[in-house]
């Protein structure tokens, strides 16, 4: 087949359907394998097993329940709105999966490297609220109600944290395009935004205190707008049964814990983007492997996964070692914390960038 043949419009939606396919199996194959680890984690952190009878090692445990979960009843409360009741999770996880479309995997690696990639994730999150507010009214039940609320107004409270957070990163590296931000951190894990981007020439040793502190606000963060423990709140078993899916059974129910868990592993694909270098790789490959070439790809892809599983780990940990919080303190620290830290580190990076020298 001519080259030129995937320029043309037919070529173009056949190629942006094959890379939508593959990141859509991607992150679906890593929900399966990555719920087996989470509970393995925290099974350890136990002293238990965890799954080990279907497969080996219990590998295939989250493929069994999939067939559980799609050839169970679906059972709609008979006072429910089953319209909106069925169409809610259908919403929370095509918003969850479509997120996946600016994301980078490696150089050129990504469905749509759009120039506002960083503004298109605001929308979609802001969106993803919808889906849970729509399953907790239309089950018709109190505690499906309450347990919306909380996950709508914990998610709200805490995207401001992260948007500023993100606004830090923007201004050290003057784009919003996720590309461009991963292609900034090159050269080494010195150059990563964790320890400050780089560059430490005049006032320039600030940012390195500053983006390691929004790199932990930002992680906390996560676990909070995801709904992961400490901050799972919303589905508190010992005040609201399950939170806005206690109603929800069979492979609706499988749709809610899919998008929650496609949009945890955004997140750490997020912070590996934001301040962890995204496929770069610690040390420089440039004078070994030719940038561009097959085998460049395929290591930036295996430093960008490597990452996601690390970033991974600390949520399984979190959700293993760290109590519940209530609800007064977690707002708390979302409006009288973490909000503060973010501004004032938003006003340091942006004083640093006019009045700071070279950075």
């Keep these: ?14 190629l942006t359907v094959l890379e939508i396919l593959a990141v859509t199996v991607f992150v679906l194959l890593s929900v399966a394998f990555l719920v087996y680890g989470d509970r393995k984690i925290w099974a350890s952190v136990q002293l238990r097993k965890g799954p080990n009878v279907v497969g080996p ?58 120039n506002v990639g960083v503004l298109y994730l605001f929308a979609i999150s802001s969106l993803g ?11 018709n039940s109190k505690y499906p109600f309450l347990g919306a609320l909380r996950s709508a107004a914990q998610m709200v409270s805490y995207e401001v944290s992260i948007g500023f957070v993100v606004v830090t990163v923007i201004l050290l590296t003057g784009s919003m395009n996720l590309s461009d931000i991963v292609n900034h951190q090159a050269g080494g894990f010195w150059n990563w935004n964790f320890l400050g ?4 020439k005049g006032l320039g040793f600030l940012k390195l205190p500053v983006m390691l502190g929004m790199m932990v606000v930002f992680y906390i963060s996560a676990l909070a707008e995801t ?16 939170g ?17 868990m496609a949009n945890i592993i955004l997140m750490c694909a997020m912070i590996t983007i934001l301040f962890f270098g995204g496929w770069q790789s610690p ?7 030719a940038p561009g ?36 303190q977690l707002m708390r620290l979302g409006w009288k914390v973490f909000l503060p830290l973010s501004l004032v580190a938003v006003l340091i990076i942006a004083a640093l960038r006019v009045y700071g020298g070279s950075l």
């Design 57 to 114: 090692f219990g590998l295939m445990q989250s493929f069994a329940d999939l067939i559980k979960f799609v050839l169970k009843e679906v059972i709609i409360p008979a006072g429910a709105d089953k319209t909106v009741f069925l169409l809610a999770p259908l919403v929370s996880v095509v918003l969850a999966l479509i997120s996946w479309a600016v994301i980078p995997f490696a150089p050129g690696w990504v469905i749509s490297n759009i």
């Design 197 to 200: 981007g780089g560059g430490f």
């Design 227 to 242: 709904n992961r423990p400490p901050f799972d709140l919303p589905d508190a078993e010992s005040e609201l049964v399950a």
């Design 1 to 14: 087949m001519d080259a030129s043949f995937w320029v043309s419009p037919v070529g173009w939606t056949i």
């Design 244 to 260: 806005y899916q206690v109603e929800y059974s069979s492979s609706p129910y499988m749709l809610f814990f899919l998008a929650e």
């Design 293 to 328: 070439s097959v085998a460049y790809a395929l290591i930036s892809v295996f430093w960008f996964i490597i990452k996601i599983l690390f970033w991974f780990f600390m949520f399984a940990i979190a959700k293993a070692i760290v109590p519940r919080y209530r609800y007064d």
């Design 283 to 289: 040390f420089p490959i440039d004078s070994f492997i």
């Design 129 to 139: 609220v919808y889906g849970i507010i729509m399953g907790g009214w239309a089950s």
